[in-house]
Each structure stands twice: as structure tokens, then as C-alpha cells.
């Protein structure tokens, strides 16, 4: 089946510093995956953070960006220097069946110091 | 934002009862999903329904399991009758279309469900 593996927290790091979160796939039942980094903030739900539908392509958000890569089938999640507003927790997902649904990683928690 | 909101946060029931999830998706949402995270493990999809219908299910969605939304009102997940097994958060999605697997679901707070 299909499957997502990224890096396990809990990740901290301190403000200014560059943070990546590490993110495979292996998609058996998709022939063109979609992929997506969703977050959850304290107190909030789950939100899409950035989607990249083509390999390839390169999806940005808040700073953050992650670039769909086809030959290593990865999708990290990259941002240059962090907030303390950064601290969540970061759920990469493969997605594009017709009815999509979404195959989640772990979640990864960034605690971000100030 | 647009969203979705779960009820209850928390629900404890005896093994063997019914129990009724309910979730008021995004107003204009046509596509609705239910998710289903075991502490500590991934969330894992169960069912997406749209024109009352189930469109999907996985093998998480047992025969205990069903959903509905009447005359749109709530969505809503049953399970009758609960097993140990199925302690998890219980999260809630919509989404305005379907199209073709990339778009984008807006997620409720989760119920917690503790089944003793």
C-alpha cells in the first residue's frame, strides 16, 4: 500500500536557525501522487500548509518550502530561519485518488526556543 | 478561516454502547471525510462521503462503523457496537470538490474517543 515516512520528534531548534523536516513516499496505488504538508498549530485544527501536484515543482508557503522530488520520491520541508510561531506539528501526506484520500506520515512536533 | 467543528472533544463510553460523532463541516462543502489516529501511530483514513453516499472506505471502516448526514445537518460517525480497539482521536474533513485527488481538506479539532 501506500506509505509515508518522515522525521521523527520531537525536533527543536532556536529561533533564527534553518529547520528541515524529511519526508518519503512510496505511492503503489497512485500513478501520479500528489503530495502536501499540513500543520497543526497549539489549539488549532490540522491545515494544508503547501501542495505540490507536479514532480518536480517546488510549493512555498510562510517561508516554508519543499520540492517534489520523483527519482528519490521525497518531499522535505525546508525553512531558511524559524519563528517561534513555527512550533507545531508538521504531517506530510500523499494524496490524488479520486476520492482524496490522504496517506499521512507520523506528524513531526518543532518546538521552536525563542 | 472556514471550519469545521467536532463534537463533542471528548467522549467516554463502556464497551459494547453506541456512539455518535458529530461534525459540522464548512457551509458550502460537498465531500466530507472521517480519519482515525491511534496514540501515537499515523492518522489513517476511513471513509469519504459526498451526495449521501459513502464514495470510499478502508479497511479501518468496519461493519460497525456508518455514516450519514441527514437533510445537512451534521455529519455524523456511529459506531455500534464499540470495541476496545476503537479508543483514537476521530478527526473530521470537507471539501468543497473532488478534483482529482489534490484538493484541499479542512480538518475539525478531533473527538477523543476512550471506549473502557
Known amino acids: 500500500g501506500d506509505s509515508v515516512t518522515q522525521t521523527e520528534g520531537p525536533v527543536t531548534v532556536s529561533e533564527s536557525e534553518s529547520l528541515i523536516i524529511n519526508c518519503t513516499y512510496s505511492?503503489?496505488?497512485?500513478?501520479?501522487?500528489?503530495l502536501f504538508w499540513y500543520v497543526r498549530y497549539p489549539g488549532e485544527g490540522l491545515q494544508l500548509l503547501l501542495k505540490v501536484i507536479t514532480a518536480g515543482q517546488k510549493g512555498s508557503s510562510r517561508g516554508f518550502e519543499a520540492t517534489y522530488n520523483k527519482e528519490t520520491t521525497s518531499f522535505h520541508l525546508q525553512k531558511a530561519s524559524v519563528q517561534e510561531s513555527d512550533s507545531a506539528v508538521y504531517y506530510c501526506?500523499?494524496?490524488?485518488?479520486?476520492?482524496?484520500?490522504?496517506?499521512f506520515g507520523i506528524g513531526t512536533r518543532v518546538l521552536v526556543r525563542p | 478561516g472556514p471550519k469545521v467543528l467536532q463534537i463533542p472533544s471528548h467522549q467516554i463510553i463502556d464497551m459494547g454502547q453506541m456512539v455518535t460523532l458529530n461534525c459540522d463541516p464548512v457551509?458550502?462543502?460537498?465531500?466530507f471525510y472521517w480519519y482515525k489516529q491511534i496514540l501515537g501511530q499515523q492518522m489513517e483514513f476511513l471513509v469519504n462521503?459526498?451526495?449521501?453516499?459513502?464514495?470510499?472506505k478502508s479497511k479501518l471502516f468496519k461493519d460497525q462503523f456508518s455514516v450519514e448526514r441527514p437533510d445537512g445537518s451534521y455529519f455524523t460517525l456511529k459506531i455500534q457496537p464499540t470495541a476496545l480497539e476503537d479508543s483514537a482521536v476521530y478527526f473530521c474533513?470537507?471539501?468543497?470538490?473532488?478534483?482529482?485527488?489534490?484538493?484541499?481538506?479542512?480538518f475539525g479539532h478531533g473527538t477523543k474517543l476512550s471506549v473502557l
Open positions: 505511492a503503489t496505488s497512485i500513478a501520479y501522487p500528489n
Open positions: 474533513a470537507s471539501s468543497l470538490a473532488r478534483t482529482g485527488g489534490n484538493e484541499r481538506l479542512f
Open positions: 457551509s458550502n462543502h460537498l465531500y
Open positions: 501526506a500523499l494524496g490524488g485518488s479520486a476520492g482524496n484520500k490522504l496517506t
Open positions: 462521503f459526498y451526495n449521501g453516499k459513502v464514495m470510499e
